[in-house]
């Protein structure tokens, strides 16, 4: 790695040491924490998620999406728009795609294994 690299410092782990770091890692574990108290409260509501009509202000507020469907409807339309524009660039036939991604990807390989050798 450092013949490679020279200028960059890159620690090599080992996989145990990988896993003893990861595994130590307060982080690691306030994430199992959350995940398994929010998958513990979700076991626990299971009775009360029955359907049944919101209180007034919250009805409200869910038949309005939140006050956010403006943000979705303008998300469909834009990439909607983005879709047509693209859609300029394709040849229609798949095939022909395809090809070209596997000849590109050719020439990325070959260039990163002529670059490697010099």
């Given amino acids: 790695m450092h013949a490679t690299l020279p200028v960059h410092l890159v620690e090599v782990l080992s996989l145990g040491a990988l896993l003893r770091d990861t595994l130590l890692t307060t982080g690691t574990w306030l994430t199992v924490g959350l995940v398994g108290a929010g998958a513990a409260l979700w076991l626990i509501s299971a ?68 670059g490697g050798a010099a």
């Fill in 47 to 114: 009775p009360w998620r029955q359907a049944r009509p919101a209180p007034g202000f919250f009805a409200r507020l869910l038949h309005s999406d939140f006050g956010f469907g403006w943000v979705n409807a303008g998300l469909v339309a834009g990439s909607q728009r983005l879709a047509a524009v693209f859609a300029l660039s394709q040849t229609g036939q798949l095939n022909w795609n395809l090809v070209g991604v596997a000849v590109a990807f050719a020439v990325v390989l070959l260039a990163v294994l002529l």
